[in-house]
Each structure stands twice: as C-alpha cells, then as structure tokens.
C-alpha cells in the first residue's frame, strides 16, 4: 500500500533526528485507521511496553472536538493556525489518550507544500489559451492566498459559505466571480462545477484524492493525477501517467490542432461536394450533357483522399481561447466556396464548349483536370482564418497536394485511361484555376468576416421567428 505523503514527510523528519528515531521502533501499531476525507483524521492504537494508548492525527478544528476541555485551547490553538498560514505551512493537530483514556492535544506539526516549479509556468500558458484557471483546495484560506500569490493568481479566495445559502443565479455568480475557494468539503467542490456547468461553463478539474472522486466524475474533463489513488482514477476522463501538470497544456494544444484539422476538412468535404454535385447536375439538366465519367468521378474521389489523410499532417493557426463548432459559419463557408467552385467551372466548361469548341472526350478531360486542381488549391484556402499564405504548410501536405494534381495532369496529357488534351489544354486549366484560387481565397476573407458578424444568422432567425 502506498504511504500517505503526509506520513511519510513526518517519518522522514522522525529518521533525520537522532532522538526521535531511537525511540520509535520501542512503538508497535496495532490498529490503524486511514485517513478519512469526512472525518479528516486518522487514529491509531499503539503499544509501548505494557501501555497502550491510542494517537490521532488531522484537521486541528477535528482534533479539538476530541478534548474534553477545547474551549481552553481552541482559541490559542486557531491563533497559531493562523499565523502558520500566513506563512504558507499547513497545520495538523496531534492527541493522545492518557492512561483514563482522555485525549490530550499534543501539539500542532507545521508542513510545507510547496507548488511544483512547473506549475507557475503551466497556468500562465493555459490562461494564455483563455483558460480560467480557479484553485478548490480543503487547506485554510490563508495557505491558499499564500499558494496563489506565488502561482500568479488572484488572491479572490472565499469561503464556501459565501455561496452556500444562496438561491442559484446568485450562487452562481458569486462562484464566477472568485478565483477560488478554500476549506472545501467534496460536496462543496461538487456543488461549484454544477453551478458552473448550469451557467453553461465547460469544466475541467483535476484532483488525486479519495474525496476528489465526485468532482472529477461531474467535471466535464475530468484529470486524475499522477500517483492519483484508485478511486480518483476510476472516477477520471483522463489518468496522467507522468508528474505535473504541463502534459495538460500539451494535451490542450494538441486538441487544438485536432480541432481545427476536422473543421478544415468539414468546409472543405462539404465545399466539394456541392462543388462537384451540383455543376455536374446543372450541366446534364441545362446543356444535356455528361461533363465527367464514371471513371473520372473514381478518380477525384482517389486523388481526394491522398490529401485529405495528409491534413493530419498539416500546421495549424494558433488560437488563444477555447474551440468549439459553429455549425453556421462551417455551413455558411462550405456553401459559399461550393457556390463559387461551380460557377466557376461552369465558366470553364463554357469557353471550353463555347469559345474553343472541344470535342466530347477534350472537354470531359480538361473538366477532370479542373476538379482536381482547383479542389485541392480549395484545401489551402480552408486550412486556417486568415489568407491562405498567413500559416506556411507543412511540407509533406504541400508536396501531397502538388503530386497529386501532377499525376492528375500527366493522366490527362497523355491520355492514360483518359482522352488526351496536351500540355497547352492542361496550363490553361492550372493557369484558370490558379486565378480562381486567388479570387476565391479574397473573397472568403470578406465573407467570413460577414459570417462572424451573424448578419445571415440574424436574417435566418427572424425570418424562422415570423
């Protein structure tokens, strides 16, 4: 069984005194009750020669209750409580029974937490991705005034009283509003992610105790710690295998990543889509005529995936606040590239059948190469917000993107399963798709703009409500 961490900083005090570590092999435990997160003590009953006596170690306010006479020591017992606070200490109060079998309070033992060195650093990197970062802690408020001052945290430390009695729109705003809470029981620490969540917040805890277990079942993203006990880890989402918290953060960024890689392929999946369906179905019903094959449309959907599985690859923008799906701006956009994709094939298809006269299988070829080019530019234009050149691409998205339109051309040129059109017919198509590329990545600018004001959403709403 694990040590209790507590325990163990007391031994090893024990083993570094010369006195303290004589005695003690003259005590033999023979019973031990382990901490308990209610009780907030532990107790043991110990032999030493021919007596026996039981100890007890915890919470001092809890030790009092043991004395017969508490009023005498409580006051000078709080005061120094107090004062070993301030400075940071944490205080447990030991007693012992006499030989009536009355508890005697021994005295108070002052330990030192301090936060990992890591820690500072890993909430200053989580508050700069616009994570607010809240302390719930069981130690005395001082200790964790104290805690928050060196970890760069607001110091609006309260109570759990000061939301407790409260109706909910004011507890809840009372939870918003402080940085933290201290002297926490697990019902409390479960009662502020509900209210939160009820505020409709995304909660995230992290915890490694017993009495840890419920908060970190009601968080919405619950961590357990490294070294965690077994009831916390069954109780979390996610179970950290190495110490600190840094491997959140790493875990934060890469989900960041995840997210922006499935919306960059959402708008660009969507986009090609009405790209592809509805030129082809407005060709056949307006000009009576095929512009792809069967064979053609196994080919876009082959070339496609190539790199498609690459964005997996690809660099992303970095954001400072957390994500989440917008399905009208993800529909919005995928709808307006789809729209401008195929009015822009359309245009092609016309001078192709129009201006230059293409036979059938010419035509069909020059529009093959015009789906596969233009499709995977429309990959560069969805990666990110900003315009296509703001974030670099990684190498091997680029380079899976240019293969495939290469072999999409050499297909064409020299006929293979295809009818040939030439290296003059083939720069047309990437010269025509490389300005509509650039038209197309401007026009999105302007139009993602308009979607982030809500303008179309505010017309779609009203015009649901009439």
């Known amino acids: 069984m694990e040590q209790d961490p507590l325990d163990k900083a007391i031994l090893d005090k024990i083993e570094s005194s010369e006195v303290l570590s004589l005695n003690t092999p003259d005590y033999k435990i023979l019973k031990f009750n382990p901490f308990d997160p209610i009780r907030k003590s532990t107790e043991s009953e110990i032999q030493y020669n021919n007596s026996r006596f039981k100890v007890s170690k915890g919470a001092p306010q809890v030790i009092l209750t043991l004395l017969k006479d508490q009023e005498i020591l409580k006051t000078k017992v709080e005061r120094n409580v107090d004062l070993f606070a301030t ?3 944490r205080s447990l109060g030991v007693a012992k029974t006499d030989s009536n079998n009355d508890w005697q309070f021994m005295g ?9 060195k890591s820690s500072k650093k890993t909430i200053a990197d989580a508050k700069s991705m616009g994570i607010d970062v809240n302390m719930i802690t069981g130690d005395h408020i001082a200790i964790a005034k104290q805690i928050a001052k060196k970890l760069d945290l607001s110091t609006n430390i309260m109570l759990p009283v000061s939301f407790l009695d409260l109706p909910e729109d004011e507890a809840v705003n009372v939870v918003e509003k402080a940085s933290g809470f201290a002297e926490v029981f697990p019902e409390h620490k479960y009662r502020i992610l509900e209210l939160l969540q009820n505020r409709g917040k995304i909660v995230g805890m992290t915890g490694d105790a017993v ?4 908060a970190l079942k009601k968080a919405d993203a619950g961590i357990a710690l490294y070294q965690a006990t077994d009831a916390a880890k069954s109780a979390a989402d996610i179970v950290l295998t190495i110490p600190g918290l840094s491997v ?18 959402s708008i660009y999946r969507v986009a090609e889509t009405i790209r592809i369906l509805v030129f082809v179905a407005m060709v056949i019903l307006l000009f009576n005529f095929y512009p792809v094959t069967a064979l053609m449309l196994v080919f876009i959907a082959l070339l496609d ?12 923008e970095k954001v400072n606040q957390p994500q989440k799906w917008d399905m009208y701006q993800v529909l919005g956009m995928a709808t307006f590239l789809g729209i401008l994709g195929v009015v822009s094939s ?4 016309y001078i192709g059948k129009v201006v230059l006269h293409l036979d059938t299988g010419v035509l069909q070829s020059l529009i093959f190469l015009k789906l596969v080019v233009a499709g995977h530019l429309t990959m560069f234009v969805t990666r990110n917000t900003g315009h296509f050149w703001s974030v670099k691409p990684s190498g091997i998205f680029f380079w899976s993107v240019i293969l495939t339109d290469i072999f999409a051309t050499l297909l064409v040129v020299f006929g293979i399963f295809l009818t040939p059109i030439g290296w003059g017919l083939a720069a047309l198509v990437w010269g025509y798709s490389l300005v509509a590329f650039i038209i197309e990545d401007q026009m999105r600018i302007y139009f993602f703009k308009i979607l982030e004001h809500g303008y179309f959403k505010k017309f779609i709403v009203k015009e649901g409500t009439d």
């Open 87 to 89: 400075k940071g200490f």
């Open 248 to 265: 959140i953060i790493n875990a934060i960024k890469e989900s960041y990543k995840i997210f922006h890689r499935m919306r960059s392929y």
């Open 305 to 316: 995936d190539i790199p498609v599985m690459i964005i997996a690859y690809d660099r992303t």
């Open 108 to 116: 108070l033992i002052a330990l030192y937490d301090p936060p990992k």
């Open 346 to 349: 359309l245009l092609l298809f």
């Open 211 to 214: 009495n840890d277990a419920p």
